[in-house]
C-alpha cells in the first residue's frame, strides 16, 4: 500500500537552531515527491518537487533531499516566518492522486 | 497571474441543509482536485477532474457529496444534507495536466456544520 508518513508531528527550534524534518514514504512506483508549506487559515504553497533518488533542490533557507525511502527538508538557520505546517505528498505512479501526509507542525521561536 | 481562487472563505450552515463551494483554477489548467482536510488530519483526496475526461469520483465519501467542472474550468463541489461531521476545510487545486506536475491550492471554504 502507498503511504507517507512524517516525522516529527511538532518541532519546536531557537532561531538560528537547524534541523530537519522526514518525510518517509513505501510506494510501488514514485512519480514525484512535493514539499508544502501550509500557514494557518491558508491553502498550502508549493516548496519543492523531486522525482528521482539523490536529488536535491534548495530555496532560501530551505533544503529538500530524496532517497528510495524518505526525503528531508533541512531548515538552515531558520527564523519566525519559517514556523508553518511542512507537508510532504508523493504521486505514485499509474495514478494521478496525490497522497499526503499529516504535516510537521514548525515553530520557530526568536 | 491569479492563483486559484475558492468562494465563500467561510460557510456556516445548519444540519440537513445543501451547500456549494466554488473555486476557480490557475486558467490554462486542465487538471483540478478537490481536497478535505480535517483538524489535525492530512489531505483527503475527493474528486479529480482532468480536461474532457470522466471525473474520478472514488475520493467521495458518501453519495451526499458531489461535484463537476463546467467548460473545463470553474468547478462546484456540493454537499447535501450536510453532516456536523463534514465540517471540515475544503480545498481545491489546480496543475497543468495529468502527469506528474505540481498543484497550486487554493486558500480553501472553511465549512462549519452546526
Known amino acids: 500500500e502507498d503511504q507517507v508518513t512524517q516525522s516529527p508531528e511538532a518541532l519546536r527550534l531557537q532561531e538560528g537552531e537547524s534541523s530537519s524534518l522526514n518525510c518517509s514514504y513505501t510506494?510501488?512506483?514514485?512519480?514525484?515527491l512535493f514539499w508544502y508549506r501550509q500557514d494557518p487559515g491558508k491553502g498550502p504553497e508549493f516548496l519543492f518537487t523531486?522525482?528521482?533518488a539523490g536529488e536535491e533542490k534548495e530555496k532560501e533557507r530551505l533544503k529538500a533531499t530524496l532517497t528510495k525511502k524518505e526525503s528531508f527538508l533541512h531548515i538552515t538557520a531558520p527564523k519566525p516566518e519559517d514556523s508553518a505546517t511542512y507537508l510532504c505528498?508523493?504521486?505514485?505512479?499509474?495514478?494521478?492522486?496525490?497522497?499526503f501526509g499529516t504535516g510537521t507542525r514548525l515553530k520557530v521561536l526568536a | 497571474g491569479a492563483g486559484v481562487s475558492q468562494s465563500p472563505s467561510n460557510k456556516v450552515t445548519e444540519k440537513g441543509k445543501d451547500v456549494e463551494l466554488r473555486c476557480d483554477p490557475i486558467?490554462?489548467?486542465?487538471?483540478l482536485y478537490w481536497y478535505r482536510q480535517s483538524l489535525g488530519q492530512g489531505l483527503e483526496f475527493l474528486i479529480y477532474?482532468?480536461?474532457?475526461?470522466?471525473?474520478?469520483k472514488s475520493g467521495l465519501p458518501s453519495d451526499r457529496f458531489s461535484a463537476e467542472r463546467t467548460g473545463g474550468s470553474v468547478s462546484t463541489l456540493t454537499i447535501q444534507r450536510t453532516q456536523q461531521e463534514d465540517s471540515a476545510v475544503y480545498l481545491c487545486?489546480?496543475?497543468?495536466?495529468?502527469?506528474?506536475?505540481?498543484?497550486?491550492f487554493g486558500p480553501g471554504t472553511r465549512l462549519l456544520v452546526l
Open positions: 487545486a489546480s496543475s497543468l495536466e495529468r502527469e506528474a506536475r505540481t498543484q497550486y
Open positions: 510506494v510501488s512506483g514514485l512519480r514525484g
Open positions: 523531486l522525482y528521482s
Open positions: 505528498a508523493l504521486r505514485p505512479s499509474g495514478t494521478y492522486k496525490y497522497i
Open positions: 486558467s490554462g489548467h486542465t487538471a
Open positions: 477532474f482532468q480536461g474532457n475526461s470522466a471525473p474520478d
